[in-house]
Nanobody, 119 residues
Framework: QVPLVESGGGSAQPGASLRLSCTAS?????VGWFYHAPGKEREFVAG????????LYADFVKGRFNISRDYNKNTVFLQIRRLKPEDTAVYYC???????????????WGQGTQVTVSS
């Protein structure tokens, strides 16, 4: 397992942007972001393949989320634009050995970072 550390969460107003970071102790094959809203199941948001930057997005993302990586810093970013109150959730990054949007396919998880969107 690869230790992962998320950062960048916080409070923001609707319409603003946030960038979340996930730093791994070592490169891993695929890194995904999940969001866990109150009262809901943990849900896949986006993922990126470390080697070639291939990306995978959940359908509901609709262009507001962008995942990217800094290869030299072992860090994956999740940019969230035009924040909405329903984006309020704990965001987790996870590492796995295949391209997947299924939580069960990921082996390592970060501790999560809270995002709260309200006016």
């Amino acid at each position: 397992q690869v230790p992962l550390v998320e950062s960048g969460g916080g409070s923001a107003q609707p319409g603003a942007s946030l960038r979340l970071s996930c730093t791994a102790s070592a490169p891993t094959f695929f890194v995904g972001w999940f969001y866990h809203a109150p009262g809901k199941e943990r849900e896949f948001v986006a993922g990126i393949r470390w080697g070639d930057g291939y990306t995978l997005y959940a359908d509901f993302v609709k262009g507001r989320f962008n995942i990217s990586r800094d290869y030299n810093k072992n860090t994956v970013f999740l940019q969230i634009r035009r924040l909405k109150p329903e984006d309020t959730a704990v965001y987790y990054c996870a590492a796995g050995k295949q391209d997947s949007g299924k939580a069960s396919d990921f082996e390592s998880w970060g501790q999560g970072t809270q995002v709260t969107v309200s006016s």
